[in-house]
């Protein structure tokens, strides 16, 4: 009974688990399917400096942190050699931010930073004014101010084994030597990206599929008017600006993007053998295929010819068949698997064992995806 009761649980797992799938897709946003070609973000990278440590920055034999010190102190009339510059106080940085589109001048971005020698730990640190710079090498914005999310008594992690790893608590797991400066950099360039100048735009999709593309500009050219849009290709959609929106694009864009529009999808089963989740879409199809799993076993009731009893009343019959093969009908969903699996009793072990040699049987007609 105990092990009925933990299959039948594991199975209400899987079953919850399972992609929501009805007879209509369901209609979203442009926008959350798809964005304007240059509205992207942009990495900056940079190097930095963090003093103000508790002797836990740089050992004196690393020369990361000291030597832009030395540059930085002569530059204000002070000359210093490394040996001069004693203690762990200090610690270098690398320094990564994302510098979202339209950023304008004077706004503020939270920057990562990492250290790069021997340092044990940022905590109770500042970061001293530091560049941050695009691909380009220019420099967009700038960074300063004290590095936090680092808790108390957290330090480098040592390897420990796997088993020792998931016992320590959630916040000794941290690493020290990684922090954050929320708000630390200032933008200083704006990257220009204007549309109103535009004659023409391109939308671009977050998943390339021939089919959205095809229904996006379709969509459009319903809105706005034939030949307005067009699918370049499985990833690209080209709208052409009507006149009444020439010089206020932002407008357009802003229509285009709230428009509801009913994606296609890759038919696919996502199979998490640690968890046994098992996700799947509701396009997902199998061929006509017998299914032996172990000891399952199916009864399957035949109805009998009625019989009178004592009385002389009909009395209905039938008699009980036990099988260890089950049979699908050509063109079934998963969800029939998963529900014929649910009424005799099999565990979500037994499902995922058994979506894999469907797949290798070449039955099951999607994408499957094992983590």
């Known amino acids: 009974m105990k092990r009925s009761r933990i299959r039948r649980q594991l199975l209400a797992v899987v079953s919850l688990a399972l992609l929501v799938w009805a007879d209509a897709a369901l209609a979203v946003r442009v926008k959350d399917i798809a964005a304007l070609r240059g509205a992207r973000d942009n990495q900056l990278i940079g190097f930095g400096i963090v003093v103000g440590l508790d002797g836990t920055g740089d050992s004196p034999d ?15 009339g002070i000359s210093l050699g490394s040996q001069d510059i004693q203690g762990q106080s200090v610690a270098a940085v690398w320094l990564t931010a994302t510098l979202p589109p339209f950023a304008k001048s004077g706004q503020r971005l939270d920057v990562t930073a990492a250290t790069l020698g021997d340092s044990i730990s ?24 004290p590095v936090a999310g680092i808790p108390r008594g957290v330090s480098r992690a040592e390897a420990l084994p796997p088993e020792e790893l998931e016992n320590l608590p959630i916040g000794s797991r941290m ?19 204007n549309l109103n100048s535009r004659a023409r735009l391109f939308m671009n ?20 008017g034939i030949r307005t849009a067009r699918a370049k290709d499985a990833g690209t959609v080209e709208v052409l600006v009507p006149d009444s929106y020439l010089g206020n694009t932002v407008e357009l864009v802003s229509y285009i993007e709230n428009l509801e529009i009913t994606p296609d999808s890759v038919a696919q089963v996502v199979l998490d053998e640690r968890s ?40 209905a019959q039938e008699i009980t068949v036990q099988s260890n093969v089950i049979l699908f009908k050509g063109g079934a969903d998963l969800k029939e698997i998963v529900d014929g699996f ?28 094992i983590h």
């Open 122 to 145: 940022l905590r109770g640190g500042i970061l001293l004014m530091s560049p941050l710079r695009g691909p380009n090498r220019q420099v967009y914005a700038l960074a300063q101010g």
């Open 276 to 315: 046994g989740t098992v996700v799947m879409g509701g396009s997902v199809r199998i061929s006509p295929i017998a299914i032996s799993q172990g000891g399952l076993q199916v009864e399957v009731k035949i109805p009998q010819p009625p019989t009178q009893n004592e009385q002389g009343e009909s009395v």
């Open 175 to 193: 690493v020290a030597s990684v922090g954050m400066v929320p708000g630390g950099a200032i933008v200083e360039r704006e990257t220009n990206l």
């Open 342 to 369: 649910n009424k005799i009793g099999a565990s979500s072990d037994d499902l995922i064992e058994v979506l894999k040699a469907i797949k290798a049987a070449g039955a099951l007609h999607a994408e499957l995806v």
């Open 205 to 224: 999709l977050d998943r390339p599929d021939f089919t959205t593309a095809f229904r996006l500009a379709k969509l459009i050219n319903q809105n706005l």
């Open 62 to 76: 690393s020369l990361l942190a000291r030597k832009p010190i030395i540059n930085a102190l002569e530059r204000i």
